[in-house]
């Protein structure tokens, strides 16, 4: 809905206060931005704001006369509060899943395809902090992803000991046992079915430790060899996400 048509502009978003900036032609505009629990938003009368999950989270367009390209972003902003407020920017995909199939093809869409395979492949459900996603994939043993990480990126790796180690360049830290992964893939004979997970292209790594970040409770990815990715469809910088 463009906020020319809005009669009542929403102050909050679960636990996230919005603060509606001044806005006009000649002052040009501030950007979204998040500073602690507060959400700055652009009070545009041609933006957009659509509300998801009963208001709690939102996604927010800039007009894209306004968008600021020229550093990779496109004016797509989905923010509100997840355990905390939270403010990120997208790429077009998942503003184009929710206009097409609603909130629950917008969400789908974050998922990584690689997280969807390997959940269906392994039988095991997802968890998620923040933006990065873990699957657990019972029955994968060290050797093996080391194999598969040679198999595509040609080179050599060993998984290691990490402590308080940046996932992906996030402000998500993780400790335990890491192998950065180029792909990975299983045969028939390896008892999944073929070509179970391909090369992953978002940031990915296969991990047994525990994931900690700020305004999130840590989460345990211990037990099995785990398959941790970067959520789907962020923009800009991806480290900036939440």
């Avoid at 019972?138 to 998984?159: A, C, K, R, T, Y």
């Avoid at 047994?208 to 211990?222: K, S």
Wanted: charge should be negative; glycine fraction near 10%; hydrophobic fraction near 40%.
């Amino acid at each position: 809905m463009f906020l020319s048509e809005m009669i009542r502009k929403p102050r909050r978003a679960g636990l996230a206060r919005l603060a509606w900036e001044r806005f006009s032609d000649d002052s040009g505009m501030i950007m979204p931005h998040r500073q602690n629990g507060i959400i700055h938003l652009p009070n545009c009368p041609q933006a957009e704001f659509f509300p998801l999950k009963g208001r709690a989270q939102f996604v927010f367009k800039v007009p894209n006369d306004f968008a600021r390209h020229d550093y990779g972003e496109s004016g797509i902003y989905f923010g509100g509060t997840d355990e905390q407020p939270f403010l990120a920017s997208l790429e077009e995909g998942p503003l184009e899943a929710l206009l097409e199939g609603g909130e629950e093809a917008f969400y789908d869409y974050l998922v990584p395809p690689s997280i969807k395979k390997a959940s269906q492949i392994f039988g095991a459900g997802y968890s998620r902090q923040g933006d990065i996603f873990a699957v657990p994939c019972p029955g994968l043993d060290w050797n093996l992803v080391e194999l598969n990480h040679l198999i595509f990126s040609e080179e050599p790796e060993i998984h290691e000991e990490v402590k308080d180690h940046s996932v992906f360049g996030t402000r998500h830290t993780f400790n335990g046992l890491w192998l950065q992964a180029a792909g990975f893939r299983v045969e028939p004979g390896d008892g999944y079915e073929p070509d179970a997970v391909s090369s992953l292209e978002l940031p990915s790594a296969f991990v047994d430790g525990v994931l900690t970040a700020p305004d999130h409770r840590p989460l345990e990815v211990r037990g099995a060899i785990h398959l941790v990715v970067q959520m789907e469809g962020l923009a800009g910088s991806r480290s900036d996400a939440e």
